[in-house]
């Protein structure tokens, strides 16, 4: 079946990092437009990064701008996180879709994601 599988949450102190891993079971992750979304406790789902097929083009929310780093590797894509902040415990999704108009457009425009991953739980607590 077509599934995204994250990885790499945990429990992080304030300040630390962590590296998110997003891979793919029954496709070929590489031609699939990736966003990073979460979820925080009582918060609606939020775009957190985007990255294209090519991985020529990212984008990042305001909130973490400056402190998360999306990469694409071998049928990866990871999401490296830090000066991490309890703001932004949450789980984390992983999500691609097959085409895509601009990256931006993927992580703001509410675009339908035709694959999503489990999530992975992110706390970050002292």
């Known amino acids: 079946q077509l599934q995204l599988v994250e990885s790499g949450g945990g429990l992080v102190q304030p300040g630390g990092s962590l590296r998110l891993s997003c891979s793919a079971s029954?496709?070929?992750?590489?031609?699939?437009?990736i966003g990073w979304f979460r979820q925080a406790p009582g918060k609606e789902r939020e775009a957190v990064s985007c990255?294209?097929?090519?991985?020529?083009d990212l984008y990042y929310a305001d909130s973490v701008t400056g402190r998360f780093t999306i990469s694409r590797g071998k049928d990866t894509v990871y999401l490296e996180m830090n000066s991490l902040k309890p703001e932004d415990t949450a789980v984390y999704y992983c999500?691609?879709?097959?085409?895509?108009?601009?990256?931006?457009?993927?992580?703001?425009?509410?675009?339908?994601?035709?694959?999503w991953g489990k999530g992975t739980l992110v706390t970050v607590s002292a």
């Open positions: 029954g496709f070929d992750l590489d031609y699939i437009a």
């Open positions: 999500a691609g879709r097959t085409w895509i108009t601009t990256v931006s457009d993927m992580c703001t425009s509410n675009y339908e994601m035709h694959y």
């Open positions: 990255i294209t097929s090519s991985g020529s």
